[in-house]
């Protein structure tokens, strides 16, 4: 079945840099790569998805790459506020196959 | 914006006793979703329902857990005699599957807590 890693599983930046989370799939026909936000004790929030047909997105401070090749994605933040703080989980799902493979997750902390 | 909801927000049980979680999926959606968190843990698929079907489910749901859809508008989990391993948050989540592509909005979940 699939299996996501995800790293690193705690990341401290300083207010106003950026952060990047990796995340690497093992079934290459994977084909949807959501990334959900999770703040303490609340649900999982879908903050920006990619596609395998796409390279790239951005939404404003939020970017994801994907290396199909590789079998790897990335989410990118930029410019980051305290309110970024927070558990981001990555997840991969097989075309047709409908549940999601959520990674371990990363405890970003922005330091102010 | 439309939201899933989910009641209870926490329920606390004695093991073996049976628990009902409730979940109302976004009302245009046709595809619906269990997971669970254990505490500090990464989110578990449990099952996928479509079409008043499951049409999938993972190895966690065995035969103590069941999915219902009892009416146009709830879709529900049963576990039948709970563990003190099944202690978790329980998010329902749904979908409406267009496009082949599955972005997936999650309830606000149930914190079970099996003493």
């Known amino acids: 079945g699939e299996n996501v890693e995800q790293h690193p599983s705690t990341l401290s930046v300083q207010e106003g840099d950026s952060a990047v989370i990796k995340c690497t799939y093992s079934d290459s026909a994977s084909n949807y790569f959501p990334w959900y936000k999770q703040e303490l004790g609340k649900r999982p929030q879908l903050i920006i998805d990619i596609r395998s047909n796409v390279g790239e997105k951005k939404d404003q401070r939020i970017a994801v790459t994907l290396n199909k090749t590789a079998k790897h994605f990335s989410l990118h933040i930029t410019e980051t506020q305290p309110e970024d703080s927070a558990v981001y989980f990555c997840a991969a799902e097989f075309f047709g196959n409908e549940k999601l493979t959520f990674g371990t997750g990363t405890r970003l902390t922005i330091i102010p | 914006e439309p939201e899933v909801t989910q009641t209870p927000s926490h329920q606390v049980t004695q093991m073996g006793q049976e628990v009902i979680l409730r979940c109302v999926p976004i009302s245009n959606h046709l595809y619906f979703y269990w997971y669970r968190q254990i505490l500090g843990q990464k989110v578990e698929f449990l099952v996928s329902f479509y079409n008043n079907e499951i049409s999938e489910k993972s190895e966690i749901f065995d035969d103590q857990f069941s999915v219902e859809r009892p009416d146009g508008s709830n879709f529900t989990l049963k576990i039948r005699s709970t563990k003190l391993e099944d202690s978790a948050m329980y998010f329902c989540?749904?979908?409406?599957?267009?496009?082949?592509?599955?972005?997936?909005?999650f309830g606000p979940g149930t914190r079970l807590t099996v003493l």
């Open positions: 989540a749904s979908s409406d599957g267009q496009g082949g592509y599955n972005e997936q909005f």
